[in-house]
């Protein structure tokens, strides 16, 4: 595989990210079979800031703690064993949606349409521009970045509804659902005055400054929550 590094490279890469700890750079983890291909990719990865870790196969990365790691995959899709597409799947079937970059020589329109369908970032071909795939590299450190965020407000958010009463559980689905004071009242079989109260309640819990906020936060929950929350 060929690597040029054109002048331009390194203005275009994020240099303020090797300013921060190695701990804080994200984690680049590539899995390519071809020795040449990883000494190629780590090289250009580190000369953009972030951290490469190479692998020879997708069970050396598995018996790995990596995946958890903030950052992005390069994979090549046919290798030896498990192929790229095998570790799209299982990262989906285990719930981590850290993001792909198939990286191939070998590659077909089949293959193209199975992996973006699956969410891949890009699915490229070798020989590839090098500001080509850090341009994807880019993009998957963003989006895994923004659906860390995203992970963190939902985990948070169940944390306090689960030291909600399970009536103020009850009027917090109510409020979620537009309904008036009164109108809750009459469902719940309780005075308008204590529906006030457990939404005051609901209020101070789920930390909200507002409806709006309120409803906010109810949305994030995933849809087995809510739903539970409607029967």
């Known amino acids: 595989m060929r690597v040029e590094q054109p002048p331009q490279l390194r203005r275009s890469a994020p240099l303020s990210s090797q300013r921060r700890s190695e701990a804080e750079q994200p984690l680049v983890i590539i899995v390519d079979d071809d020795a ?97 795939l850090l341009d994807a590299v880019i993009e998957g450190v963003a989006m895994d970045a923004a659906q860390r965020v995203a992970s963190a407000v939902v985990k948070r958010n169940i944390e306090r509804l689960e030291t909600l009463t399970p009536r103020e559980r009850e009027v917090l689905c109510q409020v979620a659902r537009g309904r008036l004071n009164k109108q809750i009242a009459f469902d719940l079989g309780i005075s308008e005055v204590t529906v006030k109260l457990h939404r005051g309640n609901v209020m101070r819990k789920m930390e909200a400054a507002s409806i709006g906020e309120l409803i906010r936060a109810w949305d994030t929950l995933p849809a087995s929550i809510r739903e539970l929350g409607q029967a």
């Open 36 to 132: 040449s291909v990883r000494e190629a990719l780590f090289e250009l990865i580190l000369s953009a800031g972030f951290r490469p870790v190479c692998f020879s196969s997708t069970r050396e990365l598995l018996d790995t703690d990596l995946l958890d790691s903030a950052g992005c995959l390069i994979l090549d899709v046919r290798m030896p064993g498990a192929s790229g597409l095998d570790l799209q799947r299982h990262l989906a079937q285990t719930g981590n949606p850290k993001p792909v970059i198939f990286l191939t020589g070998h590659g077909d329109i089949a293959m193209t349409v199975q992996a973006m369908k699956a969410g891949a970032v890009d699915f490229l071909t070798k020989p590839v521009r090098d500001q080509t």
